[in-house]
């Protein structure tokens, strides 16, 4: 999720407290910091009830493969629990397998695993911005944001621009001087909406402008790929990513992408060119000083590409069809939703923000589980919910959830289509 820095641009006097509505839900509502004492696919159990869990990012449903749990026990034999050198002094053979048949998946030059997204923005960005300019989307997520701020304090001069006016971004880079590194940082599938930015655009302005283009798509990835006459559905094949999904090659572009999405594990990585790849394992942290993944996520990772391999297009097929059942229901009830495309996260806006305490308890009642979507994860005129579908999501579980929001919907509560 992201968050949104909108009050910076108000006057003091009228700048929210920033953090007061997400610790409200914290503190006051069950679907939220909740305590789960059963999973059954996405069927959990918090105290005495169970809920439908529409809130997994799983998306592909791997974190209940038995091919892929069954990995994790003889991995752990071979290579202990956990390798604990940093990975400058030593990585398990795992990595290597991962980065190479990653970065064949991907069609990158190269690619560099480390355990999170968070600690790569956090670590790259400042890196690759230097003392030159960076220029962060408004709305990319707070990991993201947060890596610029902090290349901002190592001396690079941040500014922001929107994905949707890319002649903004181009009249602000033509502004400059070229006296330093120039980074456009953004994300590629949007972890509120499943929207996607134009790459092409952005990219062809980065090439123009001398820039690199750095893209989050920790939630694209293992969903959208390279678009094929034989795709069987409209993500395209492989789930290789934004990138590939838009046409776009790795001229100029670094991509981030997670394998704690899709892939169910605790694992992030970079496309990046083998030059930038030797140049971060010292110059950016964590390769150096943090302790990497442990061994059940390399290998259900690793068995995680190969089951996508074999199976991946089979079951985003299947989770396209779950996705369109459930915002074919949204359209039809007239609801109002950003979600434009039919990536299994659709974003529900409530009519009045104020109301979103009672939606919260109505839907908790009515055993259906969402990610709540406070200010400011999200802008305050869209204060509402997120869904998200996988594919262990069932019909009947599509069912329920569909005449939930047709009830939410009866009592007007869900913002509609103007
Ligand atoms: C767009 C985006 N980027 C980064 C992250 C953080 O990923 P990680 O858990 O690998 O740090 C998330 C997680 O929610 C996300 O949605």
Same mark, same amino acid.
């Given at each position: 999720m992201?968050t949104?820095d909108?009050d910076v641009?108000?006057?003091r006097?009228r700048?929210?407290?920033?953090?007061a509505?997400? *610790?409200?839900?914290?503190?006051?509502?069950p679907?939220?910091?909740?305590?789960? *004492?059963?999973?059954?696919g996405?069927?959990?159990?918090?105290g005495?009830?169970?809920?439908?869990?529409?809130?997994?990012? @799983?998306?592909?449903?791997f974190?209940?493969?038995p091919?892929?749990i069954?990995e994790i026990?003889p991995?752990?034999?071979?290579w202990?629990t956990?390798?604990?050198?940093s990975?400058?002094?030593g990585?398990?053979?795992?990595?290597?397998d991962?980065?190479?048949?990653?970065?064949a998946l991907?069609?990158?030059?190269?690619?560099?695993l480390?355990p999170t997204?968070t600690?790569i923005h956090? !670590?790259?960005?400042?890196?690759?911005?230097?003392?030159?300019?960076?220029?962060v989307?408004?709305?990319?997520?707070?990991?993201?944001y947060?890596?610029?701020?902090s290349?901002?304090g190592?001396?690079?001069?941040?500014?922001?621009?929107?994905?949707?006016?890319?002649?903004?971004?181009?009249?602000l880079m033509r502004?400059?001087?070229?006296?330093?590194?120039?980074?456009v940082?953004?994300?590629?599938?949007?972890?509120?909406s499943?929207?996607?930015?134009?790459?092409?655009?952005?990219?062809a302005?980065?090439?123009?402008?001398g820039a690199?283009l750095?893209v *989050?798509?920790?939630?694209?990835?293992?969903?959208?790929g390279?678009?094929?006459?034989?795709?069987p559905?409209?993500?395209?094949?492989?789930? @290789?990513?934004?990138v590939?999904?838009t046409?776009e090659?790795?001229?100029?572009?670094?991509l981030?992408?997670?394998f704690?999405?899709?892939?169910?594990?605790l694992?992030?990585f970079?496309?990046?060119?083998?030059?930038?790849?030797?140049?971060?394992?010292?110059a950016?942290?964590?390769y150096?000083?943090?302790?990497?993944?442990p061994?059940?996520?390399?290998?259900?990772?690793?068995a995680?590409?190969?089951?996508n391999?074999?199976?991946?297009?089979?079951?985003?097929?299947?989770?396209?069809?779950?996705?369109?059942r459930?915002?074919?229901?949204?359209r039809?009830?007239?609801l109002?939703?950003?979600?434009?495309?039919?990536?299994p996260?659709?974003e529900?806006?409530l009519? *009045?923000?104020?109301?979103?305490?009672?939606?919260a308890?109505?839907?908790w009642e009515?055993?259906?589980y969402?990610?709540?979507?406070?200010?400011p994860l999200?802008?305050r005129?869209?204060?509402?919910?997120?869904i998200?579908?996988?594919?262990?999501? !069932?019909?009947?579980?599509?069912d329920?959830? @569909?005449?939930?929001?047709s009830?939410l919907a009866?009592q007007c509560?869900?913002?509609?289509?103007?």
């Amino acid at each position: 999720m992201r968050t949104i820095d909108a009050d910076v641009e108000l006057p003091r006097e009228r700048r929210a407290p920033r953090l007061a509505d997400l *610790d409200h839900l914290r503190r006051t509502s069950p679907m939220s910091d909740a305590v789960l *004492d059963e999973v059954r696919g996405r069927h959990i159990r918090s105290g005495g009830h169970w809920l439908i869990d529409f809130a997994s990012c @799983n998306y592909l449903g791997f974190d209940w493969d038995p091919e892929i749990i069954d990995e994790i026990e003889p991995a752990v034999r071979r290579w202990g629990t956990h390798p604990s050198w940093s990975r400058l002094l030593g990585s398990p053979r795992l990595y290597a397998d991962i980065e190479e048949r990653l970065a064949a998946l991907l069609g990158a030059p190269d690619t560099l695993l480390l355990p999170t997204a968070t600690l790569i923005h956090a !670590s790259v960005i400042p890196v690759l911005a230097g003392a030159g300019h960076v220029f962060v989307e408004a709305r990319a997520h707070k990991t993201v944001y947060d890596g610029c701020v902090s290349a901002r304090g190592q001396g690079a001069r941040l500014q922001r621009f929107r994905a949707d006016r890319p002649d903004e971004l181009d009249a602000l880079m033509r502004a400059l001087p070229y006296d330093g590194p120039r980074l456009v940082c953004l994300d590629g599938v949007d972890s509120m909406s499943g929207n996607i930015p134009d790459l092409p655009v952005l990219a062809a302005i980065c090439r123009d402008r001398g820039a690199t283009l750095y893209v *989050d798509d920790t939630h694209g990835f293992g969903v959208i790929g390279e678009r094929t006459a034989a795709e069987p559905c409209p993500y395209g094949s492989r789930g @290789n990513s934004v990138v590939r999904h838009t046409g776009e090659t790795y001229d100029g572009i670094v991509l981030v992408g997670g394998f704690s999405k899709a892939y169910s594990s605790l694992l992030a990585f970079l496309a990046l060119p083998s030059v930038l790849k030797d140049h971060l394992k010292t110059a950016a942290g964590p390769y150096l000083y943090s302790g990497p993944s442990p061994t059940a996520s390399l290998a259900t990772a690793l068995a995680g590409l190969a089951v996508n391999d074999r199976r991946g297009d089979a079951i985003r097929a299947d989770l396209y069809a779950k996705t369109v059942r459930v915002l074919r229901h949204v359209r039809g009830l007239g609801l109002d939703t950003p979600s434009v495309r039919e990536f299994p996260i659709v974003e529900i806006p409530l009519a *009045d923000a104020a109301d979103l305490d009672a939606v919260a308890r109505f839907l908790w009642e009515r055993g259906i589980y969402v990610t709540l979507a406070a200010y400011p994860l999200v802008p305050r005129d869209r204060v509402g919910f997120r869904i998200q579908v996988t594919a262990l999501n !069932s019909d009947e579980d599509i069912d329920r959830l @569909n005449d939930t929001l047709s009830r939410l919907a009866e009592q007007c509560v869900l913002a509609r289509r103007r």
